[in-house]
T-cell receptor, first 115, second 117 residues
Framework: KAGVTQTPRYLIKTRGQQVTLSCSPI?????VSWYQQTPGQGLQFLFE???????NKGNFPGRFSGRQFSNSRSEMNVSTLELGDSALYLC??????????????FGQGTRLTVV | AQSVTQLDSQVPVFEEAPVELRCNYS??????LFWYVQYPNQGLQLLLK??????LVESINGFEAEFNKSQTSFHLRKPSVHISDTAEYFC???????????????FGQGTILTVHP
C-alpha cells in the first residue's frame, strides 16, 4: 500500500510569489491535514479537508489556503510569500480525521525556502 | 483546547542504556495520544499510539509508552537504545470530540535523542 506522497520535495521561491504544494493521501483515506514545521514554532496545524470540505482550520493568515479533490488529493497554496513562510510543510492522511479509532500518517514533506 | 509539553528538549544517552522521554498533556476532552519520530529531512513516522484499551502500548522496535490519565502523561521508554534511535521524537494528542479537533494533532516541541557509542 503506497504511503502519503508529497510533491515537490524542495522548492525555492522569491518573496511575493505564490506556491502550490500537492499531497496524495493513502488510498481509502478521506481526510488530509496540513502542518507547517519551523525551528521556532515547531509543528503547527494549518487545516484539514474531508470529502472536499474544509472542516477545521488553524491560526494562519488567509494567504494560506487549500482544497481537496474528489479523489482525496489535496493542494495547499500560499500567496504573497514572505521570508517567514520558509518551512517544512507536512501533509497527513487519515481515514476519518482522527475522530475514531484511527491515526494519521505523514508524507516526507515539502521544504519551501523563500528568498 | 489542548496542549502538549515535552519536558526535555535534548536527551543524550549512551548506547544500550535505558531512556525515558517525558510528555505531559492537557485537554478538556478525551484524547488520543501518539509518539512520532522524525529523522533529518524526513517526515514524521508513527512510533506508537494510545487510542483505547490497555494503557501500556508498545512499538515493534522496542519502545513503549504508558498512558497515565491521572497524571496526564504519556512518557516514552526504551530499555536499551541503539545508535539508530538517534532522531527527534514528538508527542502528540488529538481530541475525540470532532469540531475543532477534526484532523488536528497538537504536538509538543520535540525531544532530540542522541545516542552515543
Amino acid at each position: 500500500k503506497a504511503g502519503v506522497t508529497q510533491t515537490p520535495r524542495y522548492l525555492i521561491k522569491t518573496r511575493g510569489q505564490q506556491v502550490t504544494l500537492s499531497c496524495s493521501p493513502i488510498s481509502g483515506h478521506r481526510s488530509v491535514s496540513w502542518y507547517q514545521q519551523t525551528p521556532g514554532q515547531g509543528l503547527q496545524f494549518l487545516f484539514e479537508y474531508f470529502s472536499e470540505t474544509q472542516r477545521n482550520k488553524g491560526n494562519f493568515p488567509g494567504r494560506f489556503s487549500g482544497r481537496q479533490f474528489s479523489n482525496s488529493r489535496s493542494e495547499m497554496n500560499v500567496s504573497t510569500l514572505e521570508l517567514g513562510d520558509s518551512a517544512l510543510y507536512l501533509c497527513a492522511s487519515s481515514l476519518d480525521g482522527l475522530t475514531g479509532n484511527t491515526e494519521a500518517f505523514f508524507g516526507q514533506g515539502t521544504r519551501l525556502t523563500v528568498v | 483546547a489542548q496542549s502538549v509539553t515535552q519536558l526535555d528538549s535534548q536527551v543524550p544517552v549512551f548506547e544500550e542504556a535505558p531512556v525515558e522521554l517525558r510528555c505531559n498533556y492537557s485537554s478538556s476532552v478525551s484524547v488520543y495520544l501518539f509518539w512520532y519520530v522524525q529523522y533529518p529531512n524526513q517526515g514524521l513516522q508513527l512510533l506508537l499510539k494510545y487510542l483505547s484499551g490497555s494503557t501500556l502500548v508498545e512499538s515493534i522496535n522496542g519502545f513503549e509508552a504508558e498512558f497515565n490519565k491521572s497524571q496526564t502523561s504519556f512518557h516514552l521508554r526504551k530499555p536499551s537504545v541503539h545508535i539508530s534511535d538517534t532522531a527527534e521524537y514528538f508527542c502528540a494528542v488529538s481530541g475525540s470530540a470532532g469540531g475543532t479537533s477534526y484532523g488536528k494533532l497538537t504536538f509538543g516541541q520535540g525531544t532530540i535523542l542522541t545516542v552515543h557509542p
